[in-house]
């Protein structure tokens, strides 16, 4: 059985980076039809242009069932509107939503869309994400809580961990496929049918929360699943924890998804 896979990568100044995903993308997507695309969000270092030249030069080599597009948005909408620049375009039966910091050992795109092929009630899956030295990496996996956002900013206040618990479920058993409330928008498979019918993501978010929305709206067109067999690398660049802009941010789009989806604390 064929299926058509298709993969968006939205860059910001991070070309090299992004140049490793796609690269590590092609190698090990072979099973499926592939479309890549790599949409820059209006980086002002020229990572748009150097993109369109690493097609040209051969540093992206797409193989004879694959192809790539690179697309150059005029402005920084946003990660949610970077991916959504390609929603009109997808013909795919399944899409996935990448990081730029995502690179693949085996092919774990192919593995989700056959998984998710063979359990129709699925229309979002994520793999599990490691750290280069093969840590697993522990993330949100139930719906968002201003208990566990708070406790991870500010990990001192003790008193907040056992939200932060629950918010990773930490302690039970997750090393085989189950459901869950929250798949990061650093790796994402979806049913590109069931994305297009949730419109994408709400770009009224610039940064931060969209993949929590997304779930949220992706819930009700079916089932979100963990499926720990399959996995990927995850560099992790944690903004959020680096400077004030990103954490204000944050605390912006919080609003935003508890004035939609109901607060929980």
């Known amino acids: 059985m064929e299926l058509n896979l298709s993969a968006c990568i939205v860059t910001y100044n991070d070309c090299d980076e992004a140049l490793q995903a796609a690269a590590s993308v092609l190698e090990h997507t072979r099973r499926h039809p592939l479309t890549l695309y790599l949409v820059d969000n209006a ?6 242009d150097e993109l369109h030249q690493a097609l040209k030069d051969g540093r992206l080599r797409p193989a004879e069932n694959q192809t790539v597009r690179v697309v150059c948005r005029a ?20 899409h996935f939503i ?3 910091d995502i690179q693949l050992t085996a092919d774990t795109l192919s593995d989700l869309a056959e998984w998710m092929e063979a359990h129709p009630q699925a229309v979002m899956a994520r ?38 618990d629950a918010y990773v479920m ?28 949730a419109a994408g993501f709400d770009e009224g978010y ?8 997304l779930t949220q709206k992706m819930l009700r067109q079916g089932q ?42």
Not at 43 to 48: F, H, K, M, Y
Not at 170 to 178: C, F, I, N, Q
Request: hydrophobic content about 40%; charged content about 15%.
């Open 43 to 48: 980086s002002p270092d020229g990572t748009g």
């Open 75 to 94: 402005r920084n909408g946003g990660f949610g509107a970077g991916h959504n620049t390609v929603l009109p375009e997808l013909a795919s039966d399944y």
């Open 98 to 100: 990448l990081n730029p």
């Open 127 to 164: 793999p599990s994400l490691c750290f280069p030295d093969g840590r697993t990496q522990v993330l949100p996996l139930r719906r968002c809580s201003l208990g566990a956002m708070i406790y991870r900013q500010l990990s001192v206040l003790t008193f907040l961990k056992k939200y932060n």
């Open 170 to 197: 930490a302690g039970e058993d997750l090393s085989a496929p189950r459901q869950i409330e929250f798949c990061t928008g650093s790796f994402s498979a979806v049913k590109t049918s069931a994305f297009r019918a």
């Open 206 to 213: 610039f940064m931060y929360v969209e993949d929590a929305d």
């Open 224 to 265: 979100v699943w963990l499926v720990p067999q399959f996995s990927a690398v995850h560099l992790w660049h944690r903004a959020a924890h680096r400077s004030l802009g990103p954490m204000i941010w944050q605390a912006r789009s919080l609003c935003r998804y508890f004035h939609k989806w109901g607060f929980a604390w």
